[in-house]
């Protein structure tokens, strides 16, 4: 049982994903190394990712991936963690996480968190990776 709760700064500022020729590209990977006693956790315990996201365009949709298996990180729909899209959005900050099975992160080796937009403009900051460790009592 893990004995505490801990937390990582994936990414401390913001970072631009557009699909627009011309922009700063629709892909973003962080890269982290989690520490030894990183614990998987529970089905109620589970490592949370938590942001904060900024609709820039009328129209978005983006996801979100931890540890995309495959060459050149196959970015499937049916592998991504969270999606998000809007319609006419309030184009404000918005803080937002998600809770993410344990097993999919790996102690002692390089992890990535990967960001893809489909469609639209939009602007993530503060990326955060919340998580138990330690062995417990």
């Not at 949370?48 to 298996?69: C, H, K, Q, T, Y």
């Not at 049916?78 to 790996?106: C, I």
């Amino acid at each position: 049982m893990a004995s505490m709760t801990d937390y990582m700064v994936l990414h401390d500022g913001s970072f631009d994903l557009d699909t627009s020729p011309g922009g700063p590209g629709d892909v973003k990977v962080l890269s982290f190394t989690l520490p030894d006693n990183f614990t998987v956790g529970t089905n109620v315990g589970k490592p949370l990712v938590a942001f904060i996201i900024n609709p820039r365009s009328d129209s978005v949709r983006v996801g979100m991936w931890v540890n995309p298996e495959g060459p050149n990180l196959q970015l499937l729909q049916s592998t991504q963690e969270q999606e998000l899209s809007w319609s006419n959005p309030p184009h404000m900050d918005q803080a937002l996480w998600e809770a993410v099975s344990g097993t999919k992160f790996e102690t002692g080796k390089e992890n990535t968190l990967v960001f893809k937009t489909w469609n639209g403009r939009v602007s993530v900051r503060d990326v955060v990776l919340w998580f138990q460790r330690g062995a417990g009592a």
